[in-house]
């Protein structure tokens, strides 16, 4: 192919698909062997289609890319394919496998028999195959039912097309509904929202749009309702109250408030939300709420049971055994451990919550006590297990998750165990925390470590730091910071900031915190770019990779996850001839790069946070190889390709429950809507051996000074 071809200029061509490559049935990603019309050989051709065959016309319309490895390429963004018309398209077609009874043989003999006019005699005259040599009555049914409802298919497809919806949507839509797909979205498009992931209110509202569906229609003022509310649990909300709700609606919706009051009167008559004094619910959080109300309650009111112990005897013996003197605060929390069948222990950094924990296992473990030890993510329940020398699984996997909401372990059939350990318990949601205490078995122990000053959970609620205002529970609160930590400025400052403080920002040697002034977002930027690159693995003999991570409060704007990642990769691991390279969904992908899974995958047994490496990508066909640690290398496919994102840069949020040797943050005004206490303090947080700060400090100043993120609605502090 000339080299004039890559110039960007979008066309559109068009020919005959000669074989498929790779296709990838949920996102419609495909990669096709293509004969262009008025071109002579073949090249390949990259796009999105619900479901594509061989011997099929296509038009496309996008750019000619080059490609050393696989020669000419076209990148579509629009593609269409129709059933061939030449002999040979249709042969080709035929025999792909499309339709059940006919292969390669049988579409050569058919084709032969019938020509063009195939399709019409398989549609309304199949009996005329049994004509053809090989075929009697059972195959010819076979090929006449394979093909009608391939044509069923195909026509959804299209109608799909037509009202707007893109080819990955129109996929989850016929798997959700199947043949019924057009009937639903013709009775009620809003279904779509509720029933399909990835599918919210505003695409199934712009799909009613377009199929006619009225602005005052009930059907969407309740869906628009359940947006609201949707909405807010997304934000962190367990509830929302009920006039902010009819605000935020009549915007959405530019309907009147006496039209949705009629709507949410229905909505919870139909039992699609709850109504609890001036705050509305979605049952299901209400429900998660009760139910842990309910096990705390319980385990609350009972005493330990452990086997006799002599609390003196045993801490003598765990402070010999470790050759840690426990002080005073430390050791009236073993005892409180040792007492109680419910306790949480909360508090900062440096506070000495793992020397405590580490004792009250050891002196357990001691009496044969069965021990269980989980955290939220792949990421803390490794901390834990080090940190332990016992192992610790997520919570997911230690309840047996099975995707869709199914739990291989709940009340029928519980966890087994005497004493549950739940570590970095901030970020535990209400439905998780729900799940988990209605696993425990009969007589079990609990104890919860967390710090409550942390950030709280992604999803729904603020259990831990319910749970502790409300006096619910036995908390043993530390404060006193012991004196190895209190050397450390990475300690003393988030301290400081906890308490409303701008830390010291004075540049101290040896220090293991340090502010770097700069004011524009593109002078941050660079400047961390610098210190990653050059100047902390110059100082410090950090691998820029491995060890130093940035973490940014968003993913937008110039100093947000997705920025950051393309300037770092370009100097950290920057493109060269001999390193094969893949680009998919706006993120580049090369051999060495760090990566982050940013959903649960249950097949492969990766979960939203995990951190891994790329340490090979195959060409032919294209497989992406990730190690996420020393035991656990996964594959995958383009397609799957949308679950990975560069992760040289984090969102504070996804840190969570993870140190990293050195960390670098941005501190810029350009974030204000997200300055906050609680981030600031987390992202300091997750340093183990350095921390930087680079930004202006007003921009510190406003995120002290500000608690945002502990304004949620939630219901369960007084629920006891």
């Given at each position: 192919?000339p080299a004039?071809?890559?110039?960007?200029?979008?066309?559109?061509?068009r020919?005959?698909v000669?074989r498929?490559?790779?296709?990838?049935?949920?996102?419609?990603?495909?990669?096709?062997?293509i004969?262009?019309?008025?071109?002579?050989?073949?090249?390949?051709?990259?796009?999105?289609?619900p479901?594509?065959?061989?011997?099929?016309e296509f038009?496309a319309r996008?750019i000619?890319?080059?490609?050393?490895?696989f020669?000419?390429?076209f990148?579509?963004?629009?593609?269409?394919?129709?059933?061939?018309?030449?002999?040979?398209?249709?042969e080709?077609?035929?025999?792909s496998?499309?339709i059940?009874?006919?292969?390669?043989?049988?579409?050569?003999?058919?084709?032969?028999?019938f020509?063009p006019?195939i399709?019409?005699?398989?549609?309304?005259?199949?009996?005329?195959?049994?004509?053809v040599e090989?075929?009697?009555k059972?195959?010819?049914?076979?090929i006449?039912?394979?093909?009608?409802?391939?044509?069923?298919?195909h026509?959804?497809?299209?109608?799909?097309h037509?009202?707007?919806?893109?080819?990955s949507?129109a996929?989850?839509?016929?798997?959700?509904?199947?043949?019924?797909?057009?009937?639903?979205?013709k009775?009620?498009p809003?279904?779509?929202?509720?029933d399909?992931?990835?599918?919210?209110f505003?695409?199934?509202?712009d799909?009613?749009?377009?199929?006619?569906?009225?602005?005052?229609?009930p059907?969407?003022?309740?869906a628009?309702?359940l947006?609201?509310?949707?909405?807010?649990?997304?934000?962190?909300?367990?509830c929302?109250?009920?006039?902010?709700?009819?605000?935020?609606?009549?915007e959405?919706?530019?309907?009147?408030?006496?039209?949705?009051?009629?709507?949410?009167?229905?909505?919870?008559?139909?039992?699609?939300?709850?109504?609890?004094?001036?705050?509305?619910?979605?049952?299901h959080?209400?429900?998660?709420?009760?139910?842990?109300?309910?096990?705390v309650k319980?385990?609350a009111?009972s005493?330990?049971a452990?086997?006799?112990?002599?609390?003196?005897?045993?801490?003598?013996?765990?402070?010999?055994?470790?050759g840690k003197?426990?002080?005073?605060?430390?050791?009236r929390?073993v005892?409180?451990?040792?007492?109680q069948?419910m306790?949480?222990?909360t508090?900062?950094?440096?506070?000495?919550?793992?020397?405590?924990?580490?004792?009250?296992?050891?002196?357990?473990q001691?009496?044969?006590?069965?021990?269980?030890?989980t955290?939220?993510?792949?990421?803390?329940?490794?901390?834990?297990?080090?940190s332990?020398?016992?192992e610790?699984?997520?919570l997911h996997?230690?309840?047996?998750?099975?995707?869709?909401g199914?739990w291989?372990?709940?009340?029928?059939?519980?966890?087994v165990?005497?004493?549950?350990v739940?570590?970095?318990?901030?970020?535990i949601?209400a439905?998780l925390?729900?799940?988990f205490l209605?696993?425990?078995?009969?007589?079990?122990?609990l104890?919860?470590?967390?710090?409550?000053?942390?950030?709280p959970?992604?999803?729904?609620?603020?259990?831990?730091?319910?749970?502790?205002s409300?006096?619910?529970?036995?908390?043993v609160?530390?404060?006193?910071i012991?004196?190895?930590?209190a050397s450390?400025?990475?300690?003393?400052?988030?301290?400081a900031?906890?308490?409303g403080?701008?830390?010291?920002l004075k540049?101290?040697?040896?220090s293991?915190?340090?502010?770097?002034?700069?004011?524009?977002p593109e002078?941050?930027r660079?400047?961390?770019?610098?210190?990653?690159?050059?100047?902390?693995?110059?100082?410090?003999g950090?691998?820029?990779i491995a060890?130093?991570?940035?973490?940014?409060p968003?993913?937008?704007?110039l100093?947000g996850?997705?920025?950051?990642?393309?300037?770092?990769?370009?100097?950290?691991?920057p493109?060269?001839?001999?390193?094969?390279e893949?680009e998919?969904?706006?993120?580049?992908?090369?051999?060495?790069?760090?990566v982050?899974?940013?959903?649960?995958?249950?097949?492969?047994?990766?979960?939203?946070?995990?951190?891994?490496h790329i340490?090979?990508?195959?060409?032919?066909?294209?497989?992406?190889?990730?190690?996420?640690?020393?035991?656990r290398?996964?594959?995958?496919?383009?397609?799957?390709?949308d679950?990975?994102?560069?992760a040289?840069?984090?969102t504070i949020h996804?840190?969570?429950?993870?140190?990293f040797?050195?960390?670098?943050?941005p501190?810029?005004?350009?974030?204000y809507?997200?300055?906050?206490?609680?981030?600031?303090y987390?992202?300091i947080?997750?340093?183990?051996?350095?921390?930087?700060?680079?930004?202006?400090q007003?921009a510190l100043?406003i995120?002290?000074n500000?608690?945002?993120?502990r304004?949620?609605?939630?219901?369960l502090?007084?629920?006891?």
């Amino acid at each position: 192919m000339p080299a004039s071809h890559f110039n960007s200029r979008i066309e559109v061509i068009r020919g005959l698909v000669e074989r498929v490559v790779f296709h990838n049935e949920e996102n419609g990603y495909c990669i096709l062997k293509i004969v262009p019309d008025g071109k002579t050989g073949t090249a390949s051709l990259i796009g999105k289609a619900p479901r594509v065959v061989a011997g099929e016309e296509f038009e496309a319309r996008g750019i000619w890319e080059p490609n050393r490895d696989f020669g000419p390429q076209f990148k579509a963004n629009e593609l269409k394919l129709k059933r061939p018309d030449s002999l040979g398209g249709i042969e080709r077609y035929l025999g792909s496998g499309l339709i059940e009874g006919i292969g390669e043989k049988y579409a050569k003999r058919i084709v032969e028999k019938f020509g063009p006019k195939i399709f019409d005699i398989i549609e309304n005259e199949s009996k005329r195959l049994e004509e053809v040599e090989g075929v009697g009555k059972k195959r010819r049914l076979e090929i006449r039912e394979s093909w009608m409802k391939q044509k069923a298919i195909h026509s959804i497809m299209l109608f799909l097309h037509q009202h707007g919806i893109s080819t990955s949507r129109a996929l989850r839509i016929y798997k959700t509904y199947g043949d019924q797909a057009q009937a639903v979205l013709k009775e009620n498009p809003y279904r779509l929202a509720q029933d399909i992931r990835g599918i919210g209110f505003k695409t199934a509202d712009d799909i009613a749009y377009r199929l006619g569906v009225a602005n005052d229609a009930p059907e969407r003022l309740k869906a628009g309702l359940l947006h609201v509310l949707e909405t807010a649990a997304q934000n962190g909300h367990c509830c929302f109250p009920e006039a902010k709700i009819a605000e935020k609606a009549i915007e959405l919706l530019g309907a009147s408030n006496e039209l949705l009051q009629a709507q949410i009167k229905q909505l919870i008559e139909s039992d699609q939300i709850e109504r609890h004094g001036e705050f509305l619910y979605l049952p299901h959080l209400r429900a998660a709420e009760q139910s842990i109300a309910t096990s705390v309650k319980v385990l609350a009111a009972s005493p330990a049971a452990y086997p006799s112990i002599d609390e003196d005897a045993a801490l003598a013996w765990v402070m010999k055994k470790t050759g840690k003197e426990l002080a005073e605060s430390q050791q009236r929390a073993v005892r409180e451990a040792l007492r109680q069948r419910m306790l949480i222990i909360t508090g900062g950094p440096g506070v000495g919550k793992t020397t405590i924990l580490r004792s009250i296992l050891l002196i357990l473990q001691s009496k044969q006590v069965k021990l269980v030890l989980t955290a939220p993510t792949g990421r803390a329940a490794k901390r834990l297990s080090e940190s332990t020398g016992l192992e610790a699984k997520t919570l997911h996997r230690l309840l047996e998750y099975q995707g869709e909401g199914g739990w291989g372990r709940h009340r029928g059939k519980p966890l087994v165990g005497d004493l549950f350990v739940v570590d970095e318990a901030s970020m535990i949601d209400a439905p998780l925390m729900a799940q988990f205490l209605s696993a425990l078995p009969p007589g079990a122990h609990l104890l919860i470590v967390g710090d409550a000053d942390q950030l709280p959970s992604v999803g729904p609620g603020m259990v831990l730091h319910d749970l502790i205002s409300s006096g619910a529970s036995p908390c043993v609160k530390l404060t006193e910071i012991f004196r190895q930590a209190a050397s450390s400025r990475i300690i003393t400052s988030a301290h400081a900031i906890n308490r409303g403080q701008v830390p010291d920002l004075k540049p101290m040697s040896r220090s293991d915190f340090f502010f770097l002034e700069a004011n524009e977002p593109e002078e941050i930027r660079d400047l961390i770019v610098q210190l990653a690159h050059t100047r902390l693995p110059a100082k410090y003999g950090f691998d820029p990779i491995a060890d130093i991570q940035v973490l940014t409060p968003m993913n937008r704007n110039l100093l947000g996850t997705e920025s950051l990642n393309h300037s770092l990769q370009l100097v950290l691991n920057p493109p060269n001839e001999l390193k094969f390279e893949i680009e998919r969904f706006q993120n580049t992908f090369r051999v060495g790069d760090k990566v982050i899974q940013t959903h649960n995958n249950y097949d492969k047994q990766v979960f939203n946070g995990d951190i891994g490496h790329i340490t090979a990508i195959d060409d032919d066909p294209v497989k992406l190889h990730v190690r996420f640690d020393a035991k656990r290398t996964v594959e995958y496919e383009p397609g799957d390709l949308d679950e990975l994102q560069p992760a040289y840069a984090l969102t504070i949020h996804k840190s969570q429950g993870s140190e990293f040797p050195c960390v670098i943050i941005p501190v810029s005004t350009q974030h204000y809507a997200l300055l906050e206490r609680s981030l600031i303090y987390t992202a300091i947080t997750r340093a183990k051996k350095l921390c930087i700060l680079v930004g202006d400090q007003q921009a510190l100043s406003i995120a002290v000074n500000k608690q945002e993120s502990r304004k949620r609605f939630t219901g369960l502090g007084s629920m006891f």
